[in-house]
């Protein structure tokens, strides 16, 4: 009994060894994983930075007014003016649809036989 | 420790007496000693077994305690501190009251050589030359053959640059990561960014520091880190500021003016939504300030901020304003306007002559220097002082600009009668047009003092009262009719109740005495819509001429007000305001027959 008892102890012992072994080595791959990934976020941050700024430097008012006046003949952009706002009751909306029949009336076709 | 003997004598001659075996005796007591050392064996043991077991059970314990802890607490990344330093950009971004980006960083890179370390020289400096059409090759080559062991080439290059110089394959020229301050949308509110320029420079970075406006301001918060990259929100819109700076150059172009100002303010918090002072710069590539002439003629000269003008005749409605809030006079109180109005060696006059007599409101509305003056007397100079410091009209505004404090407005040092007359109608006292708005919202916002402010606020406590409610509808209804029958009729935008004053002033001269002949300001404060005020204009212009007619026009009326009116029609509708229909004053069921 006893030396089954030290057996399984013996076991669990280098049981418990291989797996925090294990553990330590896959702690060590997240680390480094993950340091990888921080040099990741920060490049992407400066080419995100990049990109920020050249979206707001081609979406700058001086050369937006101008694309628009190039392409006048095309787009017909104006600036916006007050007799462009609109009324709700204005809008076109379709018809809506009929509702769903929830109290059927009991109709029967007849057919005049006299005739 | 006493030691009991084995054998006491007495109990021994005692046994002896007896005839008992006195070993007996000794037996029995080294039993008795016996026991008594197991039993403190015994006790020793079990302490020490105790004191062994709580030793355990708390090392256990503790083990158990963190693995708990561990398995109960949100799994972190253990070395996140040390590098998200590094992520975010050296200096905030600023950014418009829509999030759009108004100045944000780029990181580029430096040109440096260490000549020591140079393969070439001759053929570096030849080729950099040719890269770079402003460098001088013998210079560089001077620099690259001599003692210097190390010397900056470029501050700033761009990718494209930067790989021409790594094809000349020179080991001695070597570059340095930069971050550059970037303005995307140029000359844009460039006055309210100011610029920015590099401070301190080592080899692998260098510090931006604001050199003026909202970046000089806000340097130490925007350089914070425990911001976190967190922007610098303004209050500017930029597709309203873009709008107003276009009308605003057109205006200014078309009235052949040397500067123009312009100032679009939130009536009820303060916030300046479009800011603009032409002439401007790029701040991206920011003039040095001038070292001679006048510094109002520098394209670095804000003068919304910085300008200090006599703005004339949009004054009067502050007088008018008082006096009505005080009771002196209601707005059909007839003023005497006869002219010219003569006080000791003194003549005021009107534009025009007006007539005997006319009434408040008619008095802002053609403008009367003659009947503002006599308000003004009815007020009285200690008032009258109260009133305009109340307004903030003494004191330099308190908007977020490093400019700001040093605009203090020019009041004269004593206050005779004749001061409180001139001054009625703004003349003898010089402020800058973001004074000019900032008051203005102040009275017709419904009588509350409002702080000019170029961040965008949530929520704005209502600032102290200057006048009640009600003299505040009398002024915007007064404001109405100047621009629909009186000095500002051009200035009408169908669907918008603009309400505003005009003010014509002549500019001093350089040398300080007398006036200018044939130069004004011309200025034009506004406020639309008047039923239901939400934001005030304020349009200045510099030397404007209008030249249209046969003679030239250089009154408000002719040069600020049409630019106004065309900066409200454009941007109203940015703004978000609906055009209504205005409710006519004296509308109302009429019984007709037929």
Known sequence: MRILFAIFTIISVMALAFWAYRENYRTQAELSEMRELQAEIGQLNESLAVLRAEWAYLNRPDRLRELADINFARLGLLPLDPRQFGRVADVGYPAPDLPPITKPVDTVATQDLTQ | ?594
């Open chain 2, 1 to 594: 420790m006493t030691r009991t003997p084995l054998r006491p004598l007495a109990r021994i001659l005692a046994a002896r007496a007896k005839g008992e075996n006195p070993d007996a005796i000794e037996r029995e007591n080294i039993r008795l000693r016996h026991e008594q050392m197991r039993d403190k064996a015994r006790m020793r043991a079990e302490s020490r077994l105790l004191i062994l077991s709580v030793a355990f059970v708390m090392g256990f314990g503790l083990v158990g305690a963190r693995m708990a802890s561990l398995a109960a607490s949100e799994p972190s990344e253990p070395q996140v501190a040390s590098h998200g330093a590094g992520i975010v950009a050296q200096r905030a971004d600023i950014v418009d009251r829509r999030g759009r980006i108004l100045a944000t960083n780029l990181l580029t890179h430096s040109l440096y050589a260490q000549p020591p370390l140079m393969v070439d020289p001759q053929r570096a400096a030849h080729e950099l030359a040719a890269i770079f059409p402003d460098l001088d090759e013998d210079r560089l080559l001077k620099d690259f053959t001599g003692k210097r062991k190390f010397l900056w080439i470029k501050r700033r290059i761009s990718p494209e640059q930067m790989q021409a110089v790594h094809e000349i394959g020179e080991p001695g020229l070597l570059f340095g990561p930069r971050e550059m301050r970037l303005y995307p949308n140029g000359p844009l509110a460039a006055h309210v960014l100011g610029g920015a320029g590099f401070g301190r420079e080592g080899v692998r970075a260098a510090e931006i520091v604001g050199r003026a406006g909202v970046e000089k301001t806000f340097d130490a918060w925007l350089r914070d880190p425990a911001n976190a990259g967190k922007p610098l929100q303004l209050s500017l819109d930029l597709t309203v500021q873009a709008t107003v700076e276009e009308v605003l150059d057109a205006g200014m172009k078309l009235m052949n003016a040397k500067g123009a100002t312009a100032i679009l303010m939130d009536a009820h918090n303060g916030e300046i939504v479009a800011m603009a002072s032409l002439p401007d710069f790029d701040p991206n590539d920011r003039p040095s300030p001038p070292v001679s002439g006048d510094p109002s003629d520098s394209p670095l000269f804000n003068r919304a901020v910085q300008g200090l003008y006599e703005l004339g005749s949009t004054f009067k409605l502050f007088a008018i304003a008082q006096a009505v809030d005080m009771g002196l006079v209601n707005p059909d109180t007839m003023i005497d306007t006869k002219g010219p109005l003569v006080w000791g060696r003194f003549k005021i006059r009107d534009f025009h002559n007006y007539g005997p007599q006319l009434s408040v409101t008619d008095v802002l509305v053609k403008s009367s220097n003659i009947g503002t003056a006599r308000i003004a007397l009815q007020i009285g100079a200690v008032k009258q002082q109260e009133f305009l410091r109340a307004l903030g009209m003494f004191d330099p505004t308190p908007v977020e600009l490093v400019e700001a404090p040093g605009a203090k407005p020019l009041r004269p040092e004593k206050w005779p009668e004749i001061t409180t007359m001139t001054v009625s109608y703004g003349h003898g006292i010089a402020a800058s047009p973001l004074h000019l708005a900032a008051a203005y919202a102040s009275l017709v916002n419904g009588g509350t003092r409002i702080t000019p402010t170029l961040l965008r606020r949530d929520h704005v406590e209502p600032g102290p009262r200057i006048i009640s409610e009600r003299t505040s509808a009398i002024l915007r209804d007064m404001l109405r009719q100047v621009v629909a029958r009186g000095t500002a009729s051009f200035g009408d935008v169908p669907g918008y109740s603009v309400g505003g004053k005009t003010g014509t002033a002549d500019k001093p001269l350089r040398t300080g005495k007398g006036y200018a002949k044939d130069k004004v300001i011309a200025t034009f404060a506004s406020v639309f819509p008047t039923t239901d005020p939400k934001y005030v204009l304020v349009v200045s212009l510099d030397e404007p001429v209008e030249t249209s007619g046969a003679e030239p026009r250089r009154t408000a009326g002719w040069t600020a007000v049409p630019v106004a009116a065309e900066i409200i029609r454009r941007t109203a509708p940015l703004l978000g305001l609906r055009p209504e229909l205005e409710p006519v004053a004296d509308a109302g069921v009429i019984r007709v027959r037929n």
